[in-house]
């Protein structure tokens, strides 16, 4: 069979889970805008490619509209349980108003505590504490991807999974910034320091969440994913991710949770052979 010609591609570490989520996210946002749209890795997995039917959109309006308004926090879900701010859901219009729209809250769980239903965080995948929120960080991490939007070559935004700048405030998907309070000598969280981190993988990576969901094992503290490398549309793609569908060119990889002081993060994740459970 012969491979479609991309659209757009971007450069990855497939060892890398915020980057690998962030292409899953790409996928989700493009197939959203541009519905018919497929996503697949490359054979050496270092790049990820989207193909359009019939349109011929960029990676530049991809990240432009990711960007283009503010979203609104979600304090209150419809059923009238509030939601702490730290964990707020996050809701998008990608077109100027609601008739196309995307809810992230891949890090909040519904759960019974004492006899009462309570908004609470869904491990692992609320990583910050302390003092950040949800709409803080994505509004940290928005401003500086605007600012590479505008003023990064078509070629240098092919790289913007790889390019970091220091950030006070982020998801926790990219393991770039592997500190440990340990190292360091006191938590970062606590005093607003900065990391260094990739804002597009970051956010992308929340919006990858929301559909690509990888096995988790047993105590949550580690997960694995896996590659494809036939087009497949946002909705196959996801269980591809997931292993439920595999090729003879599928990569495993698993992903460990880390500690970073007070809250958690993801680590480098490391190759599997097919099959492998341990």
Same mark, same amino acid.
């Given at each position: 069979?012969?491979?479609?010609?991309?659209?757009?591609?971007?450069?990855?570490?497939?060892?890398?889970?915020?980057?690998?989520?962030?292409?899953?996210?790409?996928?989700?946002?493009?197939?959203?805008?541009?519905?018919?749209?497929?996503?697949?890795?490359?054979?050496?997995?270092?790049?990820?490619?989207?193909?359009?039917?019939?349109?011929?959109?960029?990676?530049?309006?991809?990240?432009?509209?990711?960007?283009?308004?503010?979203?609104?926090?979600?304090?209150?879900?419809?059923?009238?349980?509030?939601?702490?701010?730290?964990?707020?859901?996050?809701?998008?219009?990608?077109?100027?108003?609601?008739?196309?729209?995307?809810?992230?809250?891949?890090?909040?769980?519904?759960?019974?505590?004492?006899?009462?239903?309570?908004?609470?965080?869904?491990?692992?995948?609320?990583?910050?504490?302390?003092?950040?929120?949800?709409?803080?960080?994505?509004?940290? #991490?928005?401003?500086?991807? =605007?600012?590479?939007?505008?003023?990064?070559?078509? /070629?240098? !935004? *092919?790289? +913007?999974? &790889? $390019? %970091?700048?220091?950030?006070?405030?982020?998801?926790?998907?990219?393991?770039?910034?592997?500190?440990?309070?340990?190292?360091?000598?006191?938590? #970062?969280?606590?005093?607003? =320091?900065?990391?260094?981190?990739?804002?597009?993988? /970051?956010? !992308? *990576?929340? +919006?990858? &969440? $929301? %559909?690509?969901?990888?096995?988790?094992?047993?105590?949550?503290?580690?997960?694995?994913?896996?590659?494809?490398?036939?087009?497949?549309?946002?909705?196959?793609?996801?269980? =591809?991710?997931?292993?439920?569908?595999?090729?003879?060119?599928? !990569?495993?990889?698993?992903?460990?949770?880390?500690?970073?002081?007070?809250?958690?993060?993801?680590?480098?994740?490391?190759?599997?052979?097919?099959?492998?459970?341990?």
């Amino acid at each position: 069979m012969t491979e479609p010609k991309p659209s757009i591609r971007v450069a990855l570490d497939p060892t890398n889970p915020g980057q690998f989520l962030a292409c899953c996210g790409l996928l989700e946002l493009a197939d959203r805008l541009w519905p018919g749209a497929e996503g697949w890795f490359s054979d050496t997995c270092r790049e990820f490619n989207i193909t359009f039917n019939g349109d011929n959109g960029t990676l530049r309006e991809l990240l432009a509209v990711l960007i283009l308004d503010p979203p609104a926090p979600i304090e209150r879900l419809e059923s009238g349980l509030e939601v702490p701010p730290i964990i707020a859901p996050l809701r998008f219009s990608f077109d100027g108003g609601s008739t196309t729209g995307l809810v992230l809250d891949g890090w909040t769980r519904i759960a019974v505590l004492k006899g009462a239903a309570k908004v609470i965080g869904n491990a692992p995948w609320n990583f910050w504490s302390g003092q950040q929120t949800s709409m803080g960080i994505w509004s940290g #991490l928005r401003a500086e991807l =605007a600012a590479r939007v505008i003023l990064a070559s078509d /070629e240098e !935004l *092919a790289e +913007v999974f &790889l $390019q %970091r700048s220091f950030q006070k405030g982020r998801f926790g998907f990219d393991p770039g910034p592997a500190w440990n309070a340990l190292d360091v000598g006191f938590s #970062l969280n606590e005093h607003n =320091a900065e990391v260094e981190s990739s804002p597009a993988s /970051e956010m !992308l *990576a929340a +919006v990858g &969440l $929301q %559909r690509f969901r990888p096995v988790m094992n047993e105590d949550r503290d580690a997960f694995d994913y896996f590659t494809w490398h036939s087009a497949y549309s946002s909705t196959v793609a996801s269980a =591809a991710m997931a292993g439920a569908i595999r090729e003879r060119r599928t !990569l495993r990889f698993r992903a460990p949770v880390v500690s970073r002081g007070q809250y958690a993060a993801l680590g480098t994740a490391f190759p599997l052979s097919i099959g492998e459970d341990r």
